[in-house]
């Protein structure tokens, strides 16, 4: 690597909360794209600007599945095996892709609405029932993300319980063995292969149903791709919705003048969702996915060799100042807000129009139902989740 400077220990704190380290802000300033040592592997390069994230994410000489199996720079005691649609590279990736474009679109997903706004209704009905105060992690965050994938997959709602604890043990992997979140793996594995047989058979109106139709030419998926894809969109999903709609609830209830204004203004609410998406730094240092570059690339004033592992950290990138005017105060009428909360390039989230649409029903329901919704305890008190890939409350109690 290019600089003399002895490269410091990676993360540099744990993340606790929804506030940036300072030494990440300093860097930004100073020296956006720099050397770490990782705890295994050795030296990386930790990115931070808001341009070099859109590189990195974006551009093809950056490789996700040159990560697999490898030992290179990592977070981790073992090197990353776990195959799915984040670690792979075109040409497979993009044929995957393409073909479950159609089903996750924008339009798609919004004739969902009227669905998930009803699971919304239901989850608040709870809350009304558990009367004040109420727990909005477990009551509502836990449970909305699940719900909408089990919506899609089309589980029956005798089965949900099952597959809700499954999906729990296998998302657990800093709390559970990796034999258990192995197993889990295996029970949802088989279960989701069931459906998808059964889809075969008898379609339904769900987007698995689509997924099992979807044909580009004579090209399609087959069994174990849709068994694969399934698996992703749950694991690398819900723990990430479950978090965000903790800390999008947060965030409004600590910020009440933007709140005041938004319960005005309604129709306000898709683009005040951009904004939160773009102000909560939701990734933990261990939440970053990291890229192995297959050519020398010019990163700004750095080169980055080939061979050497890049970890972009867009939840700092959308506090760059270069690409955000006052990127640290959370204004809810921002305009031009081209945020990477749900990455960049080929790799976007396949989900984050289902993700906008779950989050803006649950601000658009919660402030309608509870219009004098507050915090039930100092926010000093709140506790945090410190383990894990996504920051989050590990309780967030609510009075009205």
């Known amino acids: 690597m290019s600089s003399d400077d002895p490269a410091p220990a990676y993360p540099f704190t744990r993340d606790v909360g ?6 990440y802000r300093q860097l930004l300033h100073e020296r956006p794209v720099s050397r770490v040592t990782l705890p295994y592997g050795g030296e990386a390069w930790l990115v931070l600007d808001h341009a070099a994230n859109r590189t990195v994410l974006a551009d093809r000489r950056f490789s996700r599945a040159k990560i697999l199996g490898a030992d290179l720079p990592r977070m981790f005691p073992q090197p990353m095996t776990q195959v799915s649609l984040l670690s792979m590279d075109p040409p497979d990736h993009t044929r995957i892709r393409r073909l479950v474009a159609k089903p996750f679109s924008q339009r798609r997903v919004e004739q969902l609405r009227p669905e998930i706004g009803r699971h919304v209704d239901l989850l608040l009905d709870d809350v009304e029932r558990a009367g004040a105060p109420a727990d909005l992690m477990s009551l509502v965050a836990a449970r909305l993300p699940l719900r909408v994938i089990c919506l899609i997959l089309g589980v029956p709602e005798e089965d949900r319980a099952q597959f809700d604890a499954w999906s729990e043990t296998a998302m657990s992997i800093f709390t559970r063995t990796r034999e258990e979140t192995a197993e889990a793996l295996g029970h949802l594995s088989r279960y989701i292969a069931g459906l998808v047989a059964q889809r075969r058979v008898r379609p339904t109106d769900d987007l698995l149903s689509e997924l099992v139709a979807a044909r580009d030419g004579t090209d399609r998926l087959s069994e174990d791709e849709l068994v694969f894809l399934g698996v992703t969109l749950l694991v690398v999903g819900h723990e990430t919705a479950e978090k965000q709609v903790g800390n999008l609830v947060y965030t409004l209830l600590t910020h009440p003048d933007e709140l005041a204004e938004l319960r005005k203004r309604p129709d306000a609410v898709p683009a005040a969702v951009e904004e939160l998406l773009r102000y909560i730094p939701v990734q933990t240092a261990h939440g970053v996915f990291p890229r192995v ?7 700004g004033d750095v080169l980055i060799r080939a061979g050497e592992t890049v970890f972009p950290f867009s ?3 959308n ?3 270069r690409a955000f ?13 081209l945020h990477l909360a749900f990455g960049h390039g080929i790799h976007a989230c396949l989900g984050s129009q289902l993700a906008r649409l779950e989050l803006q029903e649950l601000v658009r329901r919660l402030l309608d139902r509870f219009p004098e919704l507050a915090l039930a305890v100092p926010e000093a008190e709140l506790a945090w989740s410190t383990e894990g890939f996504v920051r989050g409350l590990r309780a967030l109690p609510v009075t009205w």
């Open 18 to 23: 929804l506030t940036i380290d300072q030494r």
């Open 293 to 299: 570059a297959t050519e020398d690339v010019q990163l």
């Open 315 to 317: 939840s700092v990138a």
């Open 319 to 321: 506090h760059d100042p």
């Open 325 to 337: 005017d006052h990127p640290d105060e959370l204004d809810l009428d921002r305009e031009s807000n």
